[in-house]
C-alpha cells in the first residue's frame, strides 16, 4: 500500500479575498471549484507540482477562525528569494523572520503563517 500527498485544507472567512491573496503572494491558480449550497472549495495550485491547496468557504461562518498557538504551517519554496522577500514585504505580509536561518513567514488574510524557503533549502 502506498501513499502520496494529495492537497493541504485550511478553511477561510472570505474567499475572495484569500484567493487574491494566495495569487498575489505566492502565484497559486485555481485549479478546481466544487459549490455545494453551505459551503464552496476551490483547490489552487502553483502549476509545477501536483499538490494543491484547499481553501474551504463555510457560507454561513461568520467568525475568524481560532488558530490555537499557530504551529501548524505549509511552506513554499522560491527561485528568487530576495525578489519573494521585497515583495512580500512590500504587501505587509512578512510575520516573522529568521534571518539566521535564511528563512521569512507571511501571513494570509486569517491568520496562517506560510514559509518561504530559498530553493534546495
Known amino acids: ?25 505566492l502565484q497559486l491558480t485555481e485549479n478546481r471549484r466544487i459549490e455545494k449550497p453551505g459551503f464552496t472549495i476551490v483547490y489552487l495550485g502553483d502549476g509545477q507540482t501536483p499538490h494543491k491547496l484547499e481553501l474551504t468557504w463555510i457560507k454561513d461562518r ?12 505549509l511552506a513554499f519554496t522560491t527561485n528568487d528569494f530576495d525578489k519573494a522577500y521585497a515583495h512580500h514585504k512590500a504587501m505587509g505580509c512578512i510575520c516573522y523572520e529568521n534571518k539566521e536561518m535564511g528563512i521569512y513567514f507571511i501571513s494570509d488574510p486569517d491568520g496562517y503563517w506560510l514559509e518561504v524557503l530559498p530553493a534546495g533549502f
Not at 5 to 13: K, W, Y
Open 62 to 73: 461568520k467568525e475568524p477562525y481560532k488558530l490555537g498557538e499557530n504551529e501548524f504551517h
Open 1 to 25: 500500500m502506498d501513499f502520496t500527498f494529495a492537497h493541504n485544507n485550511i478553511n477561510v472567512l472570505n474567499l475572495e479575498k484569500s484567493m487574491a491573496f494566495y495569487q498575489e503572494a
